[in-house]
Every structure is written in structure tokens, then in C-alpha cells.
């Protein structure tokens, strides 16, 4: 949301990644078929800019992820990087996309060949970019000191179950930064890690960001996480972004009031806390069925006649926008 | 990587089945020094009289002779060396045809799937044994006949597994993590697929060979096989023919019958092995 | 004080792997009082799920009790017959295993399962069983129309409530969570939480919480037991233990969390992980790790010793707590292992 003189690096334009559910029989009985992972999303990002995707589980935050590293296709709106319409790409100018952004995925117990050596999976984006194999080695020592895997020749030979959780997400991490691409996402790298270990990795984010300058989306559900690396949040709630703007603006006084049940919801670790019930009604949101006007009409406080009839559109407060009939100027 | 082509030396029973199979390779290679006589060439006893029907040891013929002269020992080993290439290459056929179908398939889904899996569909619905004969019966009975009649039908079975475990790896993050890396399909399917699906083709393979054997032998027996080669299953048909059975020839028709049964178990046993390799949880 | 619910002394629980023995959890210590949330924390296989399921008796194949004794309501769990524990399971203590939310049957409604634990364990007629498992379901808060559905039609975090339901069904004095909310999002392992808190106040029940989050801890827990390496090395009242931890492990713990209400500040992880059980260190094990070792650490095993009241610590250092917990603020000290 700064630099707004420079071109955008991405840029969503009401990107929809819809997925088809049930078969006939759904059909017939008249059921949605279609789930609106991501619906309707809108929002651009700098050179530079690191910003949290922050929802529940279900939300579309890991789809939104995956459409933007064009693991999925955008089934409707536009997906841009660097001014490409990305979902256009195919053959070399896909290939080269591949060398530029890259994915760090949620399960690092998942992310790697359990027959590759640490060295092999290394190794594959680089033989991919046709980096002279006489570059590998120092290549990889590189990437290993940056994500601060210390004695790095100790693991290269090793197989991905013979290192520990923390030292796998360094792994992955290590993997996709390798190419020094200019954008990266991280999709919750983790949640799936102990704690004691955890710090760990996320200040390892932090500083390849301090160095490298990459531009860098973090997707968690925990604004304590994202709050530690990103200095800009988006909140989403089913498939829709029902906030985005400055951290610490949402964490100090959140708006949409999804968010501010997001953000009493987090548990802090010392005892002076408040124990009163979250403001927000209880049960899952259904991503199949949601409710007409405002999606989080039927969970909020809030709710009033206009939330049940209209969408919410954007509005713009200082440097935030929110989706939210509250804070609609009046029509 | 090598992993995935390991022998399945873990498991006893394997290695019995190697070890057979490594007695008959030696039996068909070393052929024409260990036989004693030419199968095929009628013999005649001291006397100038046809060595007909003697039994085994009587003027050297360890295993006596057929009704027609000829030594069944010799026609022991020779047949070894047809029921190992009719064997091991209807595998490697079935294997190769299989795998590759599967993960073609498999890996890339959509129309190539669809139309790779009605053929499998197709190739279901023949029925084996009749369409084998058919086709040796239409083209010439020839061993090679046979193993192209079955690499035609048996693949399918392959091929449907291979799939659905292909289905299943391609979905797997690490397989999606060399997408967003920049590897190329032909890469991921080289160097992330094939490993992991390889054992499942031996598995199918080693089941093959017994297959292979079996159907040659049945054709053979049949009346349908290549006249020119002497197999197990050709012997058999002959000693039948000959009425061996009512003359209580034992020695002329225990042996083939006896090979084929240990050559096929073997094969069982090896592909077990695999199966350990594949599914360890079946070893409690 | 009043008698304790459940106490434990020197219990040790051991694996056999192999020829040798991998003692999991070692000379566990502390009590739980009736009405109390006893936080149990630690790091991934420190041996919380051991403990936890020891106190239920149903145990891997290869594990034992080693020693020691659990002694519930006046009678030792680890001397009790089958039978009589059989008695004790469901109706006394009730247990919520790891990922309850994936260990639901999928081919049984929810309400059909609820009813068989009624009746069968609890000898509840039906149409008994029938009303209260619609107690039950208000209690957690879902709608009891939705007794007739199959798990796969809840969410995740749903699906932990029917789990705590089917623990509460025949009135448990105690009920052994085992990470209750560890996969579950914020706002879902909130309302959890609240739910447990709530029984506690409504029920009187005490609550066992296995969990590696102190935050959580912080959020629900009267009392906490921290473990490292298969055994206590710190316990007592939450807010005490929390603000002013005897222990450097758990000072460590309290750097490596974000937190949300204070200042964006650093995150400090622990560097190094935790020994193999089954080849431990001598002396104290977190010692590898401690920026505080001695010489004295890497031989002799530090007791748990009282702190301050029924705060208690195994550190051999617990005499300077204070200055060593003013040093563990700054993320220098935990740079390099000592
Ligand atoms: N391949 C798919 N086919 C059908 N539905 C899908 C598919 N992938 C995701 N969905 C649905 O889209 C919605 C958004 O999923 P997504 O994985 O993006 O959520 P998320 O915010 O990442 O959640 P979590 O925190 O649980 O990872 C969910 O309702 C999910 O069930
Ligand atoms: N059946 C078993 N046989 C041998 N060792 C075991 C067995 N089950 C657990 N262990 C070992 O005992 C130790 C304690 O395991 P436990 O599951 O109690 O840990 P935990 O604290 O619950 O960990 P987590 O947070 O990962 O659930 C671990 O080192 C584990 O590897
Ligand atoms: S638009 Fe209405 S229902 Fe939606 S968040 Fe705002 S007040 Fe709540
Ligand atoms: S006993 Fe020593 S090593 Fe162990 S925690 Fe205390 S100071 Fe650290
Ligand atoms: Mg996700
Ligand atoms: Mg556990």
C-alpha cells in the first residue's frame, strides 16, 4: 500500500478460484456446486512488501496461495505478477515465472522426496534454471547459510527423516529461496513445528526478508505469527478479504468485526488476560451454502437489516480498507 | 533411487524363489553342455532297434526316452531355456506396456486417461486363454506369438495399478514442490513417479513369468504350440498323446509337470518378496 | 489444601524397544486438586501422551509401568486390577486422545455413539441415554438436532466437541485431554478452551491438559507441570510459574512465544533439540541446552525441590532464579548453548 507510484509486483483483480463439488445427484437436488475457495479478491503488493493472509480454517487463504504460484488456475478474474497476466503463461515464459516466485508449503514432512538426499532436492530447481552444475555446491552452501542450517555439509548427504522438523522447514525454505526469487509464499511453514522450534523459522523469515528484500506473503491463522513478520495483514473470511491494512493498526483496533473476534481470540502467554466470550456466534462457516449479503452475517454481532440483502463493498479508512455495512458511508 | 530396484533378498522364501530361478537360468544358458543328447534327434538303442520308451538310466538315458526316441533328460534342459525367455519376456513386456500405460494415465488424467483406460476396460473383456490360441493359431504357433498375445492382454492389470498408485503420488507435496521448482513433467515422472512405482512393476512382472509359463504350457498341451521347440508344456502334450499315463511312464511326464509347478512357485515366492517391499505391514 | 484428586509419586513408565528399555517418563511427581485445569506441557515426545495414558492404563503394547504409584480418589491406579480399572475408565476418568476429532467412528452417527457409551458402559435405558445425550450436546453447544449426523458432517472443530462429549457422558470426576486443540484455529480452540472452562466452573471437574502451547496454559490452567526429556522439571500455581519460572527451560518456553497483547518484540527459540530417550545425558538433560550449565549439571540429576510454596523446580541453579530468569530475557544468552 506504499510506493503506490511504482508498478505493482502482483496485482489481484476479482480473483476467483471456484472448485467443482458433487456430482449429479447435486445437480438435480438444485445444491450450489461450485466451492468459492477465493471470491472476488482484490489487492495489490510492492516491491518489498511482506503481507499476512489471516482467516479460519477454510477460508481460502492456502487457495489463494496456490493461485498466485499458479499451482492452480484462476477460474475467473485476473492474476497478475510483474504486469503478466500469469494464468497466459505457458513453455519458457512459465518456466521463467517458476525461477521468480516460489512456495513454501505448510508440512515440511511432506515437502521433500524421502529418497532424495538433502543434496538432490537442492540441486532439482537449480538443474531446472540450467545452473552450471560446476555452481551447485557453492549455490547450495549459500542457501543453507541463509536459512542458518550452521554446519551445512553435515546434512547434505542425509535423507529428509534423518533431520528434525525445524531443520526440514529450513530445508524447504532453503529449496525456494535457492532460485533468489522475488516473491515468495509461505503457506503456515509453522504450524506443523514445535514450538521451542519455531522461533527459529520465523526469524530466519525475517532475516532472509532483511537481506534479500523479497516481497512475501505469510499465511497463518494466528495474528501473533503474522504480526512477527509481516508489517501488512489481509483478513479473509470465506473466500472474500473482509479487511486489509496496516498490522499493527489491526492488532491496536481492528474494524471488520471478524476481525476483531480474530484478533481477541488469540491466546497470549502470561495470565492477565481477558476471559470474555468471543464476539463472534459459534459454528464453522459452510464454504457450500453461505449466507446472502455479508457471508459473516450469521456469525456477527453486528448484523443488521442491510447485512442480509447487500454485499459489502470496499471502503477506504485512512490507510485501511474494510469490507464491513458499518463503516459503509450511507446510501 | 537404486532402492526401489533392490531383489527382495529380506524375505526366505524370495531368495528360495531366486535361487530357483538362478538354477534354471544356469540350466537353460549352459543347455547344450549339460543335455546329452539332442532333444529332438531319434535315438536308437545298441541293437539298432528305435530306443522307445526305456526307462530311466538303461544305456545312459537318465531319464529314459519317449515313444518316439528321444531323451527326455535333454528335453528337460532345452525346455528350461524356452520357459525362461517365454518367461522373462512376456514379463519385461507386461512390466514395461503396464507401467508405462499407468503412469501416462495416471499422471497426466483428463482424455489421455479416459482413453487409456477404456483400452484396459477393453482388454478386460478378452478372454485370455481363447484369444491367446487365436492369435497363435493366426499368425504361426511360434513362442513369440505367445508372449505377444499375452503382453496384449495381460498389461491391463498392470497398467490399472500403476495408475492409481500414480494417482496418488501426484497429489503428493513433494511432487507439487518440483512443479513450483520448474521440473518438467517428463522429469517429475523420471525422477519422482517411476521409483516409487517400480516395485509395484516387478510385483506384476514376477507374477507374469508364472503366467507366461503356464499359458505356454497350457498351449503347448493343447496342441497349439510351436512344434519346433521343445518346452515343458510340449512334453507334456506328447507323453499324453502317447498315452504315457496308462503305460505308467512317470519318469516322462513328472518332470515337466514337476518343473513347471517349481518354476511358477518361484516366481510366486519372488513377487511376494515384493510385496514386502511395497505393503511391509504384510509381514506380521 | 484440600485431598488432592489424584496424586502422583515417582511414577516412571517404560517402552521396551528392542532388548532395551526406553524409560519415557521418569520419577513423575504433582497432584491434581478437584476442580482444578492442570496444564501439561512440554516438547513433541517429552512424554505427555505417555503420562496422559498411563493414568487410563491403556498403554502401547511394548510399555509398562515402571514404578511408582497414581493414586486416585485413595486407591493406587498402577495397583489396581484390570477389572476394577475397567470400573474407573469412563465413569471416574475419562480420556480424550490425541486428534479425538479424526478417532470417531465414520460409519455411526454421532448420537448413535454417544448412546452406545450410555448404555453400554453407563447401563443407561434408552430413552435416558436419548436425553442425555442432548444434555451433553447442549453443554458443548451443538445444536441437538444434529445428533443424527455422521462425523464427516462437522467441522474439525465440531468434531473436538463431540469427543469432549463423549468424555463427559457418565460424569468423569477427571477428564485427561491429550492436545485438545493443537490443530484447531484460534478462534475455534477459543471456544474449546471456554467450553472446558466452563465445566470446570458448572461441574466441578478437574481437567488434565496436555498441550506444548503455554499460551493455552496461560488461557485456562489453574496449576502447570512442565516436562522435559521424560520428566518434571518444574510445577505449580500457572500465574506464578509463568511470570516467574525456576527453571531455565521454561524461561526459555516463555522467549520462543509471540505475544499479541505486549510490544512486537523477539522471538528466542531454544537452539538444539531435546536428548534420545533412549541414550538420555547423565546429570540435569536439558543441560545440552542450558545457558546456565555448570560443571555440577552434566554429572548429578537435579531433584524437584520447593521454590516458593508449591512451586517447585529441578534445577540445581534454583537458589538465583531471579538473576538467571533477568538474564533469560535477553535472546543474547540463548545464542550459544554453554
Ligand atoms: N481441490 C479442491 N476441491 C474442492 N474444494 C476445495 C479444493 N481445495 C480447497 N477446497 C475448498 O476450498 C475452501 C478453501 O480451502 P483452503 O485450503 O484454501 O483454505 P485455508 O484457508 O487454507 O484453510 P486451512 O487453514 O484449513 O489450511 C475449503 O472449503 C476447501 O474445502
Ligand atoms: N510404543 C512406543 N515404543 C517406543 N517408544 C515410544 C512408544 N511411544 C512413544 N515412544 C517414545 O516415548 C517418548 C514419549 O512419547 P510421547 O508420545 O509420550 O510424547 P509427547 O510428549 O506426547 O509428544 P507429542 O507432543 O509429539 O505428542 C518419545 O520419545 C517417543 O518416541
Ligand atoms: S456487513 Fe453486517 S454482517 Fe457483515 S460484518 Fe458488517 S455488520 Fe456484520
Ligand atoms: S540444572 Fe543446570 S543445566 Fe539443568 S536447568 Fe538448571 S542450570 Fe540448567
Ligand atoms: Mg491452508
Ligand atoms: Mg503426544
Not at chain 3, 3 to 27: F, M, N, R
Request: net charge negative; with cysteine.
Amino acid at each position: 500500500m506504499r510506493d503506490t507510484q511504482d508498478p505493482p509486483l502482483i496485482k489481484l483483480e476479482a480473483a476467483e478460484l471456484h472448485f467443482p463439488v458433487g456430482g449429479i445427484l447435486a445437480q438435480l437436488q438444485g445444491r450450489s456446486t461450485v466451492v468459492k475457495a477465493v471470491d472476488g479478491v482484490t489487492f495489490e503488493l510492492h516491491r518489498g512488501e511482506s503481507v499476512g493472509l489471516l482467516g479460519e480454517s477454510g477460508c481460502g487463504k492456502t487457495s489463494t496461495g496456490r493461485m498466485l504460484v499458479r499451482l492452480d488456475k484462476a477460474t475467473g478474474g485476473r492474476v497478475e505478477f510483474d504486469g503478466e497476466d500469469i494464468s497466459a503463461l505457458s513453455g519458457d515464459a512459465l518456466k521463467r515465472f517458476r525461477s521468480r516466485v516460489q512456495l513454501i508449503f505448510q508440512n515440511p514432512f511432506e515437502a521433500l522426496n524421502p529418497r532424495f538426499t538433502i543434496r538432490d532436492v537442492l540441486a532439482e530447481p537449480l538443474e531446472n534454471a540450467r545452473i552450471p552444475k560446476a555452481e551447485h555446491e557453492d549455490r547450495i552452501l549459500r542457501a543453507m547459510a541463509l536459512v542458518k542450517l550452521g554446519d551445512a555439509t553435515q546434512f547434505m548427504d542425509r535423507y529428509p527423516h534423518q533431520l528434525s522438523g525445524g531443520q526440514l522447514q529450513r530445508i524447504v525454505m532453503a529449496r525456494a529461496l535457492i532460485l533468489e526469487p522475488e516473491f515468495v509464499v509461505a503457506d503456515e511453514p509453522v504450524s506443523m513445528l514445535d514450538v521451542s522450534v519455531r522461533a527459529g523459522v520465523l526469524n530466519v523469515f525475517r532475516d532472509v526478508r532483511a537481506k534479500t528484500g523479497i516481497t512475501a506473503i505469510y499465511i497463518s491463522h494466528d495474528l501473533a505469527l503474522v504480526r512477527y513478520v509481516c508489517e501488512r495483514t489481509i483478513v479473509m473470511y470465506l473466500g472474500r478479504i473482509v479487511e486489509d491494512g496496516p498490522t499493527e493498526d489491526i492488532v491496536a483496533n481492528p474494524l471488520h468485526p471478524y476481525t476483531q473476534a480474530l484478533v481477541a481470540a488469540v491466546p497470549v502467554p502470561h495470565p492477565d488476560q481477558s476471559h470474555e466470550p468471543l464476539p463472534i456466534g459459534r459454528g464453522a462457516p459452510d464454504p457450500r451454502n453461505p449466507p446472502s449479503g455479508c457471508t459473516f452475517r450469521d456469525r456477527c454481532p453486528r448484523a443488521f437489516d442491510r447485512c442480509a440483502v447487500e454485499a459489502p463493498g470496499p471502503t477506504r479508512i485512512q490507510n485501511r480498507i474494510v469490507h464491513c455495512h458499518l463503516h459503509a458511508p450511507e446510501t | 533411487m537404486m532402492g526401489s530396484i533392490r531383489l527382495p533378498l529380506h524375505d526366505p522364501l524370495a531368495v528360495i524363489g531366486l535361487g530357483i530361478y538362478l538354477f534354471f537360468i544356469f540350466m537353460a544358458v549352459f543347455a547344450p553342455y549339460i543335455a546329452t543328447h539332442d532333444p529332438n534327434e531319434i535315438l536308437f538303442t545298441s541293437e539298432f532297434a528305435l530306443a522307445a520308451d526305456l526307462t530311466p538310466g538303461t544305456e545312459g538315458y537318465i531319464l529314459g526316452t519317449t515313444t518316439l526316441g528321444r531323451d527326455i533328460f535333454s528335453q528337460i534342459v532345452w525346455g528350461a531355456r524356452s520357459a525362461l525367455l517365454i518367461g522373462l519376456t512376456a514379463a519385461f513386456m507386461v512390466a514395461l506396456i503396464g507401467s508405462i500405460v499407468g503412469i501416462v494415465a495416471g499422471y497426466f488424467g483428463g482424455w489421455v486417461d479416459t482413453v487409456l483406460m477404456r483400452l484396459a476396460d477393453v482388454a478386460f473383456g478378452i478372454p485370455f486363454l481363447p484369444f491367446v490360441i487365436v492369435l497363435a493359431a493366426f499368425l504361426e504357433p511360434s513362442i513369440w506369438n505367445v508372449v505377444i498375445a499375452m503382453a496384449l492382454v495381460l498389461w491391463r492389470d498392470t497398467g490399472r495399478v500403476i495408475r492409481s498408485q500414480t494417482l496418488t503420488l501426484r497429489n503428493r507435496v513433494y511432487v507439487e514442490a518440483a512443479r513450483v521448482s520448474g521440473s518438467s513433467d517428463l522429469k517429475i515422472i523420471l525422477r519422482h513417479i517411476a521409483p516409487n512405482v517400480l516395485p509395484l512393476s516387478f510385483l506384476y512382472g514376477s507374477i507374469a513369468i508364472g503366467w507366461a509359463i503356464l499359458t505356454e504350457a497350457s498351449i503347448s498341451f493343447l496342441g497349439f504350440g510351436d512344434p519346433d521347440s521343445i518346452s515343458w508344456g510340449y512334453m507334456l502334450q506328447d507323453a499324453f498323446a502317447s498315452q504315457a499315463l496308462s503305460k505308467g511312464s512317470y519318469y516322462w511326464f513328472v518332470p515337466p509337470g514337476f518343473l513347471i509347478i517349481l518354476i511358477v512357485s518361484a516366481g510366486f515366492f519372488i513377487s511376494r518378496g515384493y510385496e514386502q517391499i511395497l505393503f511391509p505391514k504384510l509381514d506380521r | 489444601m484440600t485431598e488432592p484428586l489424584l496424586s502422583l509419586k515417582d511414577l516412571s513408565i517404560a517402552y521396551k524397544v528392542g532388548a532395551h528399555d526406553t524409560i519415557a517418563v521418569e520419577g513423575a511427581t504433582f497432584d491434581v486438586q478437584p476442580g482444578s485445569i492442570v496444564g501439561l506441557v512440554g516438547e513433541s515426545g517429552c512424554g505427555k501422551t505417555t503420562l496422559a495414558r498411563s493414568l487410563t492404563r491403556v498403554l502401547a503394547a511394548n510399555a509398562r509401568i515402571a514404578g511408582g504409584e497414581a493414586v486416585f480418589c485413595g486407591q493406587d491406579i498402577v495397583a489396581l486390577s484390570e477389572r476394577a480399572m475397567n470400573g474407573l475408565r469412563w465413569r471416574e476418568i475419562a480420556f480424550i486422545p490425541q486428534s479425538a476429532m479424526n478417532s470417531l467412528d465414520p460409519v455411526y452417527t454421532v448420537g448413535s455413539q454417544l448412546a452406545e457409551v450410555l448404555t453400554r458402559r453407563g447401563g443407561m435405558a434408552r430413552a435416558a441415554a436419548r436425553k442425555r445425550s442432548e444434555e451433553l450436546f447442549e453443554w458443548v453447544g451443538i445444536e441437538t438436532n444434529r445428533l443424527g449426523d455422521y462425523p464427516h458432517q462437522f467441522s474439525g472443530g465440531m468434531r473436538q466437541r463431540v469427543a469432549i462429549a463423549l468424555a463427559l457422558a457418565l460424569d468423569p470426576k477427571l477428564i485427561i485431554a491429550d492436545e485438545p486443540v493443537t490443530a484447531l484455529d484460534v478462534i475455534v480452540q477459543r471456544q474449546i478452551l471456554d467450553q472446558l472452562r466452563e465445566l470446570k466452573e458448572r461441574l466441578g471437574i478437574s481437567v488434565i491438559l496436555v498441550t506444548h502451547d503455554i499460551s493455552v496454559v496461560a488461557y485456562v490452567c489453574d496449576r502447570v507441570v512442565v516436562m522435559y526429556a521424560g520428566r518434571v522439571v518444574e510445577t505449580g500455581p500457572m500465574a506464578a510459574t509463568l511470570t516467574a519460572p525456576a527453571h531455565p527451560y521454561t524461561m526459555g518456553l516463555r522467549n520462543a512465544f509471540p505475544d499479541l497483547a505486549g510490544a512486537a518484540g523477539e522471538l528466542t527459540p531454544i537452539e538444539g533439540s531435546p536428548p534420545d530417550l533412549a541414550n538420555p545425558p547423565a546429570g540435569c538433560r536439558f543441560a545440552p541446552r542450558c545457558p546456565f550449565a555448570e560443571a555440577r549439571c552434566r554429572t548429578d540429576a537435579p531433584e524437584l525441590l520447593p521454590y516458593e510454596g508449591d512451586h517447585l523446580a529441578a534445577c540445581h541453579r534454583i537458589a538465583e532464579a531471579e538473576a538467571l530468569r533477568a538474564r533469560a530475557v535477553a535472546s543474547e544468552t540463548w545464542e550459544i548453548p554453554a
